[in-house]
């Protein structure tokens, strides 16, 4: 069974730092893009990062590129977001997600749409206040 779980959300001011982990479990990590998303209020589910399991290719959306960063602990299978330099804007739900390599390669980007990837965590709320 496919399993995400993501945990390290909370209350921040502007400017704050998060760590946010994301635990997965049921695949081979291997042959999967897994990839970080995120869903303001009322908005629409936002693809923010990705990591390539097999080489570790990362890729960033503009808004967060340089504050944000993904990494991987191959051993332990899981998938790490560093939110720093946070904004309110940044305020929203942060999902992990993930879905096997081979459908991404040929999308515009790996996290152009919440619809290319398979499977959800449940997500953990972010919040930064002004």
């Known amino acids: 069974e496919v399993q995400l779980v993501e945990s390290g959300g909370g209350l921040v001011q502007t400017g704050g730092s998060l760590t946010l982990s994301c635990a997965v479990s049921?695949?081979?990590?291997?042959?999967?893009?897994i990839a970080w998303f995120r869903q303001g209020s009322g908005g629409k589910r936002e693809g923010i990062s990705c990591?390539?399991?097999?080489?570790?290719?990362?890729f960033y959306a503009n808004a967060v590129e340089g504050r944000f960063t993904i990494s991987s602990n191959n051993d332990k299978n899981i998938v790490y977001l560093q939110l720093t330099n946070l904004k309110p804007e940044d305020t929203a739900v942060y999902y992990c997600?993930?879905?096997?390599?081979?459908?991404?390669?040929?999308?515009?980007?790996?996290?152009?749409?919440?619809?290319?990837?398979?499977?959800w965590g449940e997500g953990t709320q972010v919040t930064v206040s002004s």
């Open positions: 990591i390539r399991g097999r080489d570790g290719s990362v």
């Open positions: 997600a993930a879905t096997p390599w081979g459908p991404l390669s040929t999308a515009p980007t790996p996290i152009s749409s919440a619809w290319e990837y398979k499977y």
């Open positions: 049921g695949f081979s990590f291997a042959d999967y893009g």
